[in-house]
Each structure stands twice: as structure tokens, then as C-alpha cells.
């Protein structure tokens, strides 16, 4: 003891290690982190699943409008391959803002995700096309133009897809 504590009465405080001090802060942490990661598990796909449909309705709808969607011209092309001919013009626009429109109209609501993700199934193909049928308007040599570049962002709205599709399905669940 020191001078001071016979005194006083006081005792020294045994010096805590950092460690000690630490621990209720990295608990609380750690709770907080547990307690997003529950959150998480809860909204975020519903959340994704509502901002997927939101995409593919805004640029569905888009494409009701004559002259509005910058892929027009594509769309038009698309259906004309597709379809050997079958299909073009206006009723290729509308037929696709229909498929768009619908299943992002199926996602939003929930109750029809399933039917949505279907419908985004035969989005997907049209979607892609254009790579195969169109090739050297999509990649020149100095790269991806516009209009590819366009069409390469859907790779993300596909694995969105996916991540609602594996909620969304029946089938088992996942154990984490």
C-alpha cells in the first residue's frame, strides 16, 4: 500500500488491460452486427425483389411509348429474328413492355413472384439476344459501345434474379 491509501482509505485501481475495457464495446458490437444481420435476413430480399420488379417496370413501361426507349431500334430487330419475321415494329415494342411491365408488376406485389421470375425468364432471352444476332453493334474494337453496354448491366438484374428466385421458390429452405 501506499501512503496515500493508509491516508485516505483509497487502494490504487489495479491497472486493467485493454482487453478488459474493450470487451463491453466489442459486445455491444457485436450485437449491433447481429442484430443487422437479422434485419438483413428479413428485408433484403424483399427489398431487392420490389427493386428488381421497379426496374423492370419503369423500363417497360418505356417501351409502351413510341420513340421513348433508346432500344427501339434493337427491340424491333430482336423480335424480328426471333420470330422470322413474324414479329416487329410497334407489336414488338408493346409485346416486350407487356413481359416487362407484368413481371415486374408479378414481382412488386409478391404474391406473383414466381410468376414474375418466369416472365423474366423470357425477358432474359430477348434481352440477350442482341449478342448473338448483333454482335458488331453491341463490341467494336475500341470496346463495348453504348448500346452493349447497355445490355451487359443485365448480367446484374439476372443474378438479382437468381437471389430472389431462391427465396421465392418452393422447395427446402437453406439452414443459415
Not at 34 to 63: D, M, Q, Y
Amino acid at each position: 500500500m501506499s501512503t496515500l491509501s493508509a491516508h485516505t482509505g483509497l487502494h490504487p485501481v489495479p491497472h486493467r488491460h485493454l482487453a478488459d475495457r474493450l470487451a463491453p464495446v466489442l459486445a455491444r458490437a457485436s450485437a449491433a452486427e447481429a442484430a443487422l444481420k437479422a434485419f438483413l435476413l428479413r428485408w433484403s430480399i424483399p427489398a431487392l425483389r420490389v427493386a428488381l420488379g421497379a426496374v423492370f417496370v419503369a423500363f417497360g413501361v418505356l417501351k409502351f411509348i413510341p420513340g421513348v426507349s433508346p432500344v427501339e431500334p434493337l427491340v424491333q430487330a430482336t423480335w424480328g429474328v426471333l420470330t422470322f419475321g413474324l414479329v416487329g415494329g410497334h407489336l414488338a415494342m408493346v409485346l416486350t413492355a407487356v413481359i416487362e411491365t407484368v413481371a415486374g408488376v408479378a414481382l412488386i406485389s409478391g404474391v406473383f413472384a414466381r410468376f414474375g421470375l418466369v416472365m423474366l425468364a423470357v425477358a432474359f432471352v430477348g434481352i440477350f439476344s442482341p449478342i448473338v444476332f448483333f454482335t458488331s453493334e453491341l463490341v467494336t474494337a475500341a470496346g463495348p459501345t453504348l448500346l452493349g453496354q447497355y445490355i451487359a448491366k443485365n448480367v446484374v438484374l439476372v443474378a438479382a434474379a437468381l437471389v430472389v428466385a431462391s427465396r421465392v421458390l418452393r422447395g427446402p429452405r437453406s439452414t443459415e
